[in-house]
């Protein structure tokens, strides 16, 4: 079955520089790769996802780049503030369906 | 609109205890997901509804979890007995209609079993 990891485990950043964290899948079938937000006590809230069709997707400070070839998708945060300190979960499916989440990134941002 | 909700936020039992989770998803959508999260990992799915219909619960441990939907609304998540091991946060999701990208997640509810 689809099997998804997630680097690295934890990221500490200072206030303004950028953060990027890495995903690999297996199930070359998957053509969604959604991106999710958990702060704490609360569930995961999507922030960008991106579809197979295409290689880079940005909205504002958070872009998600797509290789295919080398199953391979990343998330890049661009002049980190701190209330972008959460857990990111990574994500691949079929057909946007059954979600198969990678271990998570704990990124802390420090002013 | 409002978001999933989930009741109780927080729950402690003992092992071999039975315990029961309700999720209330977002008015109209007619797909709904369990899922399992343990500390310190990814949201695994256990269960998806479309409507009132079961489409995948190819991981829900079936001799001692169970799950409905009656009338393709409201769903709860039943654990009998309770082990150790299900000790997590169980989330619920909806999601407008098969085909729509996003899910949306619920609170989720901290079970933790002695």
């Known amino acids: 079955g689809e099997n998804v990891e997630q680097h690295p485990s934890t990221l500490s950043v200072q206030e303004g520089d950028s953060a990027v964290i890495k995903c690999t899948y297996s199930?070359?079938?998957?053509?969604?790769f959604p991106w999710y937000k958990q702060e704490l006590g609360k569930g995961p809230q999507l922030i960008i996802d991106?579809?197979?069709?295409?290689g880079e997707k940005k909205d504002q400070r958070i872009a998600v780049t797509l290789n295919k070839t080398a199953k391979h998708f990343s998330l890049h945060i661009t002049e980190t503030q701190p209330e972008d300190s959460a857990v990111y979960f990574c994500?691949?499916?079929?057909?946007?369906?059954?979600?198969?989440f990678g271990t998570g990134t704990r990124l802390q941002v420090f002013p | 609109e409002a978001g999933v909700a989930q009741s109780p936020r927080y729950k402690i039992i003992e092992k071999r205890q039975s315990v029961a989770f309700w999720c209330n998803p977002i008015?109209?959508?007619?797909?709904l997901y369990w899922y399992q999260q343990i500390l310190g990992q990814g949201p695994k799915l256990l269960i998806q509804?479309?409507?009132?219909?079961?489409?995948?619960d190819s991981q829900l441990p079936k001799d001692r979890f169970s799950a409905e939907r009656l009338k393709g609304v409201d769903s709860t998540l039943k654990i009998q007995p309770a082990k150790l091991e299900d000790s997590a946060v169980y989330l619920c999701?909806?999601?407008?209609?098969?085909?729509?990208?996003?899910?949306?997640f619920g609170p989720g509810t901290r079970l933790t079993v002695l």
């Open positions: 999701a909806s999601r407008s209609f098969l085909g729509a990208s996003e899910q949306f």
């Open positions: 008015s109209g959508h007619a797909t």
């Open positions: 994500a691949a499916s079929k057909d946007t369906d059954k979600l198969i």
């Open positions: 199930d070359s079938a998957s053509n969604y």
């Open positions: 509804f479309q409507n009132n219909g079961v489409v995948d």
């Open positions: 991106i579809r197979s069709n295409v």
